[in-house]
């Protein structure tokens, strides 16, 4: 073979006469003729192999060239037999490999074999590939044609086959195939060809998706192969690059190739190029990327999770980034850092540069918490949740943190937020110090291990510590005279002059050791000459002697060593052994010392770390509470979670935001509603415990803490989740009803808290089942309401509270009213506990005895007859009371008696009769208006239905005309109305006749009320206005009589409970009687100013509820409900918050109240300092959001100018305008109106008001309106300096100036009729204002109490001084009491 394939660029250069021994085609056959050709090729691959592609590559040549007009069987055959040379060839090549006898004929040879195969191969596909995505595109909006099926089944056959070429190109690649080519060095164009058929299947649309994993997993092989063995991976960083920046999908894609390149194929240089790539990149090259950056962010960020330890070496270039513009590539940094640090970077086994980058990357991210764009703060948030989950942040780092995270509570995303909470959820269940995080708990213990190591230190600073020299530290300090003596003594002569001193010393000799000891001893003294001496002597007394060894060569340097070693003695010998007469060190009790003392510190340390930890938590909850009301339903989620799991930590306050989301179960939004049951389900409701008794106790005891000191609204909304509960059968639950049953008994020694949860439990679990209160009816009975039922009134008043969900007005069943007879046990038993309370002075009787009444009127058969002689046995009691005792006059009293005295029982007595009284009364009207209303027409029903079951057909007229009735609503109004009027008539004529016994008690009630000198004992006065207010629901007479009293009370009561409870009176009776109420309007708003916190949160509290339902009209004295926004008292300052949020749900309600506010509020009468008026209207003037609001309230304020007095009332509004935020149509009516406060300019409070406003237009204003904003701030500047007069008569001097030159100056001819367009008259509503008008001030009623001398007189207003009525109120017909 003579000629060389050489892999084209281009598919048409084959055609090109090249160089020398160069392939080219000769002969491009045409479409008519591949077929023949192709069977040849067939024939050709069975007897000669793969090699027949040498002889045949023009035949597969030319179907590249035709290959949009040849058939799609051509286009499979062709591909078929390319896939059989290459298998062919991968199959016959390792054989020949291996022997490694190939000539270069032959080597050239299957070169060339393998180059055309898979040059083929790889441009078959290509073209394959982008038919199939053309096809795919244009067929998508198609359906149900045949032409379309037969794309839809041929694609579906690439998709196959594609696969089948990528293993064929694996098997080939895989072989050692280099070997081919000269010095193994394969063409550049070769494997371009197959990265680039490769990276052209990646560009598949599709190509992520999971049905073409296989396809996905294939390509990454391929291309690994040729990054590995044939010097790809600079070409593969490039095109990883270009793939990002121009197809976004395939982040996830590319950065699966990068990691299996790095990890399966060993090429992790990879990585380090394309993150430096990418780090090079400039800030002005991201921002022409678009698209591409969010492919780098989503590319590094999920390279990070597959090969993070891989990008550590290199992630230095990445973090110029963080200071870049991208936000999306500052989340993706942050990601690594995150993944790095759970993955690498954790531990306690790190070393010292590992501690320093793992420090480094948390600074990173802890800045970022910070960060100006909100993704990246609400992401760096998460990374930090996935690092607490994993248990990789340091605990010296947690407080940090935690503070940190507790400030993004605040953010003003969402999204922030919400990261945020499920941080602080993460801190606590995978927190390091304590199963119970309370500061309150954890307080006692720090204080104690504080006051320990406090002693531990005293104790230690007392013991004066031993300076411990050791041996060694002393020879090396005489070892200089030490030497300085040996070479002394050594030299010639100076042993004679020791010869006594040596005698001396032989004569005191003994043994070797003796010896060795003195010579030490000598030393220690410092008597050097004679330890020097007797050494020198003692080798000859002692030449076998260990100790004197080493002087058999006398010298300077062995004598000095024997003398260090027979001073500081053997190494492995202790110096007691030698030196036994030092003396002994407390070194080792010092260190035992030391050492207790370290762990005091890092215990003390830990609690103080506990605490700290806990505190941020408490900090965290008091917030995450308030978001558990907010708008956005993910966060209350998130909170709602968040609460479950501080609970289950035993978080101090935990539980207040358990029970704050509560109520969260009434939520219309399904999520939340969901959330709170499964959270409460989670927390109660599925208890641990080793059987099913256990967990009941559990499950009980949990309900039951819960219920401990709960509201009622607590308690109704925790109905709603149990009565769930107990709808469902089950071993659990039966166990559970036995465990209340036991409890509520007695049966096991429980607390009275605990005992009244337990009925309460019961009694919901009979909303669900009747029979579970109603068949234990005696036991209720025998054991709260016996003779014991005086010890324990609470227990008994929620003890018919449970009884209560057995009756129809709780369950609201239909058909015939459930309900006992009068002679009932539970009857008389209510009665007796009842009259038996009436004389005592328990302070729980009244809750019982309200209760009590309830219950006789929801399930008595004639409750009016039981409650009249309950009434009378009560009346009778306390008569023969007095009569025993005498008549109670407090007056009489002197001023030390005791307060246990037989008058003060009389007067509490009377108070609980007439509590008697006011309850009977309101529930005798309740009774009427609802259950016998509800029964008559029951029974008026069943009697209608009889009626047309028993009557003939009547004649078609007839028929037609009941018709015509029934359609227009008549035959049931009528009788509604009949029946209404019945129930009215009754309670106007008959209740308070003079033989019913409720009429007895009225006088009495005013008597009581009206001469609060006489009877001023605070139950009594409590009581019996509570009952009169009752008595005035009866009927509009009895209100209209009593109505002066009852404000009287209100205006002039000394205690704040009556003040407070005749607020809630007086507002069920607007509800009730509304045209009465009308007139009274104002002095129930002055209640919003009284002194005492509770009046004004109960008062605002109705008012909210009566003007948000429409009940009472909103006028100008809601200034006195905005004044309540600055209220001391936040609770109070919330509900005035909440009733200007929900008032501006209303359509313009703010909006036609705020000129009236704002006068009211800037009376000079009133006194209100001028920040707290700004406040105040900051708060209203956000609720006015309408373009055309702003416009005419422009125009009233202005207008206000002309009416208002004071320099104040002119800053007043003029602040007012500023909070406006006005436009171009605003700013005009400013403008027009300049003749209303053009004057008053003078002013500082008025002119800056008032430039803030031009300031504000000129900022966002176009450049024509703001040439007339820089004019109208010129004018109000002339005229705040100058003076106005100045000001005009300069503009008149100007236009006299004007009109003298245009006298010289001929004029155009004006036309006759002068056009009116843009300067038409305004058209003024009724509801502007131009000029107030004085309204005559209505004189307040001089109301005066009698004192004790004038108890004769009533203290009740005159009637002049009562309002009369101005505006009636019509209203529905209403047939039912409201409660």
């Known amino acids: 073979m003579s000629w060389d394939f050489m892999v084209p660029v281009c598919l048409d250069d084959l055609v090109k006469s090249g160089a020398v021994n160069q392939y080219v085609v000769q002969d491009v056959l045409s479409a008519k003729q591949l077929p023949s050709h192709i069977n040849s090729f067939k024939a050709a691959m069975r007897s000669q192999g793969p090699l027949s592609i040498l002889e045949h590559f023009d035949t597969a040549y030319s179907v590249l060239k035709h290959c949009r ?167 593969a960083c490039v095109k990883v690059i270009q793939l990002l920046q121009h197809f976004e999908q395939l982040a996830s894609v590319c950065a699966q190739a990068v990691a299996a390149w790095s990890t399966e194929y060993g090429v992790k240089a990879i990585v380090g190029e394309i993150m430096r790539e990418i ?408 208890p641990h415990g080793d059987n099913t008794r256990a967990k009941a106790h559990t499950l009980v005891d949990s309900l039951s803490d819960l219920m401990v000191d709960a509201s009622l609204g607590t308690i109704q909304c925790l109905e709603e989740i149990v009565q769930e509960f107990f709808s469902s059968e089950s071993a659990l639950q039966t166990s559970v009803m036995q465990v209340l049953w036991e409890r509520f008994s007695g049966k096991r020694e429980t607390k009275a808290l605990h005992r009244r949860a337990a009925v309460l439990l019961l009694g919901m679990a009979a909303r669900a089942e009747r029979e579970v209160v109603l068949s234990n009816l005696d036991t209720l009975c025998s054991v709260a309401l016996g003779e014991k039922v005086a010890e324990d009134y609470l227990l008994a008043r929620d003890t018919l509270i449970t009884i209560t969900n057995i009756t129809d007005h709780v369950r609201q069943s239909k058909g015939v009213p459930f309900r006992l007879p009068m002679d009932h046990h539970l009857f008389s038993c209510l009665s007796q506990a009842i009259v038996d309370g009436v004389v005592q002075s328990d302070p729980h009787w009244q809750t019982f005895m309200e209760q009590a009444v309830r219950l006789i009127y929801f399930l008595a058969e004639s409750p009016d007859q039981l409650c009249s002689r309950l009434l009378q046995r009560s009346a009778r009691l306390l008569l023969e009371q007095i009569t025993e005792g005498g008549e109670p006059d407090q007056s009489q009293l002197p001023e030390g008696a005791s307060q246990v005295s037989e008058e003060q029982v009389n007067c509490v007595s009377l108070a609980q009769v007439l509590s008697l009284c006011g309850a009977v009364a309101f529930w005798q009207v309740s009774h009427l208006e609802r259950s016998v209303s509800s029964e008559l027409r029951r029974r008026r029903g069943e009697k209608e239905e009889k009626e047309e079951k028993e009557k003939a057909p009547a004649s078609k007229k007839g028929a037609n005309d009941s018709c015509v009735e029934e359609e227009l609503g008549l035959v049931g109004a009528s009788a509604e109305d009949t029946e209404a009027e019945f129930i009215r008539k009754i309670c106007e004529t008959e209740l308070l006749a003079e033989g019913n016994i409720l009429s007895a008690f009225l006088p009495l009630l005013v008597k009581v009320c009206s001469s609060p000198g006489k009877y001023s004992h605070p139950q009594l006065t409590t009581a019996a206005c509570l009952a009169l207010s009752q008595y005035m629901m009866i009927s509009p007479a009895v209100c209209k009589d009593h109505i002066r009293l009852l404000f009287t009370v209100l205006e002039k009561s000394q205690l704040p409970v009556v003040r407070a409870n005749t607020i809630v009176a007086l507002g069920d009776l607007t509800v009730r009687f509304p045209n009465i109420l009308e007139p009274w309007t104002p002095n129930l708003y002055a209640r919003l100013s009284d002194e005492n916190a509770s009046v004004r949160l109960t008062a605002i509290t109705v008012l909210t509820q009566l003007v948000l339902k429409d009940v009472m009209k909103v006028k100008g004295q809601v200034s006195e409900v905005a004044v309540l926004l600055l209220d001391p008292e936040p609770h109070i300052a919330s509900l005035a918050l909440n009733f200007f949020n929900e008032l501006s749900a209303k359509d313009n309600a703010i909006y036609n109240l705020l000129p009236d506010i704002i006068s009211r509020l800037s009376d000079p009468e009133r006194g209100m300092n001028e920040e707290d008026f700004n406040t105040i209207m900051k708060q209203l003037f956000s609720y006015i959001t309408k373009e055309r609001q702003t416009e005419s309230l422009v125009e009233k304020l202005c207008q206000r100018f002309r009416t208002a007095k004071t320099e104040r009332q002119w800053a007043d509004l003029a602040v007012s305008l500023s909070l406006l935020s006005v436009c171009e149509r605003g700013f005009k009516k400013l403008q027009e109106c300049w003749d209303c406060y053009s004057d008053k300019l003078a002013e500082p409070g008025v002119y800056q008001p008032l430039l803030s406003i031009a300031a504000k237009l000129r900022r966002r204003a176009k450049p024509q309106f703001k040439a007339q904003v820089e004019d109208y701030e010129k004018r109000l500047t002339a005229v705040h300096t100058k003076g106005l007069e100045n000001v005009e008569n300069e503009e008149r001097e100007q236009q006299t100036d004007t009109q003298s030159q245009n006298l010289h100056t001929p004029q155009p001819p004006k036309s006759v009729r002068r056009t009116t367009r843009g300067r038409g008259k305004p058209k003024v509503d009724d509801s502007d204002l131009v000029t107030p008008r004085k309204s005559r001030a209505r004189p307040k009623p001089a109301i005066t109490f009698t004192s004790d001398e004038e108890e004769e007189e009533d203290a009740v207003m005159a009637e002049s001084e009562t309002p009369k009525v101005t505006t009636p109120i019509a209203r529905t017909r209403r047939t039912r009491l409201r409660h």
């Not at 690439?158 to 070997?179: A, G, K, P, Y």
């Open 69 to 235: 007009t040849v058939d799609v069987a051509v286009k499979e055959d062709i591909l078929e037999l390319l896939i059989q040379v290459v298998r062919g060839l991968s199959v016959s090549l390792p054989t020949l490999l291996m022997a490694g006898t190939l000539s270069s004929v032959d080597r050239k040879q299957q070169l060339n074999a393998v180059k055309m195969s898979v040059f083929l191969l790889c441009k078959l596909t290509e073209t394959l590939e982008s038919d199939s995505n053309r096809e795919t595109i244009v067929t998508a909006p198609s359906k149900g044609r045949k032409k379309d099926k037969a794309v839809g089944k041929d694609l579906l056959q690439w998709d196959s086959e594609r696969d089948t070429v990528l293993q064929c190109l694996t098997q080939l690649l895989q072989l050692d195939i280099r070997t081919l080519w000269s010095l193994s060095l394969v063409e550049e164009e070769f494997v371009s060809c197959v990265t680039c058929c490769c990276y052209k299947l990646l560009e598949n649309p599709t190509i992520s998706h999971m049905k073409n994993k296989s396809t996905r997993d294939a390509i990454i092989h391929v291309l690994g192969i040729m990054v590995k063995k044939y010097n790809h991976m600079l070409g």
């Open 279 to 686: 780090g090079q990149k400039s800030s002005e090259e991201l921002a022409r990327e678009g698209s591409g950056v969010k492919a780098f962010s989503s590319f590094l960020s999920e390279l990070g999770t597959l090969v993070p330890e891989t990008m550590i070496p290199n992630i230095s270039v990445l973090l110029t980034h963080l200071e870049g513009e991208s936000p999306s590539l500052r989340v993706a940094v942050c990601e690594i850092l995150g993944e790095v640090l759970v993955r690498v970077l954790s531990g306690d086994k790190l070393d010292d540069s590992a501690r320093a980058s793992r420090d480094r990357f948390l600074d990173t991210l802890q800045e970022h918490i910070h960060d100006a764009h909100s993704h990246v703060r609400a992401r760096v948030l998460q990374v930090y949740t996935r690092i607490v989950n994993s248990k990789a942040l340091p605990l010296s780092r947690y407080t940090e943190v935690m503070e940190l995270t507790v400030g993004r509570l605040g953010d003003k995303s969402v999204n922030v937020c919400k990261s945020a909470i499920q941080l602080l959820a993460a801190f606590i269940a995978h927190n390091p110090y304590s199963c119970k995080l309370s500061s309150v708990d954890l307080k006692k213990p720090l204080e104690k291990e504080m006051a320990k190591l406090k002693e531990m230190r005293d104790a230690q600073a007392e013991q004066v510590p031993v300076a411990v020299i050791t041996a060694t530290d002393l020879w090396d300090a005489m070892k200089p005279e030490v030497e300085l003596t040996v070479k002394a003594l050594l030299e010639p002569g100076s042993e004679e002059e020791d010869d006594e001193a040596e005698e001396e010393a032989a004569e005191e000799d003994g043994s070797d050791r003796d010896t060795a000891v003195q010579i030490a001893q000598l030393l220690r003294e410092s008597k050097y000459k004679k330890a020097v001496g007797l050494c020198m002597r003692a080798h000859l007394l002692f030449p076998e002697s260990s100790f004197f060894s080493d002087l058999a060569d006398l010298n300077a340097e062995s004598l000095i060593s024997t003398l260090a070693t027979l001073f500081k003695g053997p190494e492995e010998e202790t110096p007691e052994a030698v030196f036994s007469d030092a003396p002994p060190t407390p070194q080792k009790e010092i260190e035992g010392g030391e050492s207790e003392l370290k762990k005091q510190e890092m215990l003390v340390q830990y609690l103080k770390d506990t605490e700290c930890f806990a505190l941020q938590v408490e900090r965290a909850i008091a917030v995450i509470n308030n978001m558990l009301y907010w708008k956005t339903t993910t966060i209350v989620q998130e909170a709602v979670q968040f609460c479950v799991t501080a609970f289950e930590f035993s978080v101090a306050d935990s539980v207040c935001g358990v029970r704050k989301m509560l109520p969260l179960v009434w939520s219309t939004d399904v999520t939340i509603k969901d959330a709170v049951i499964q959270a409460y389900r989670r927390l109660y409701l599925n």
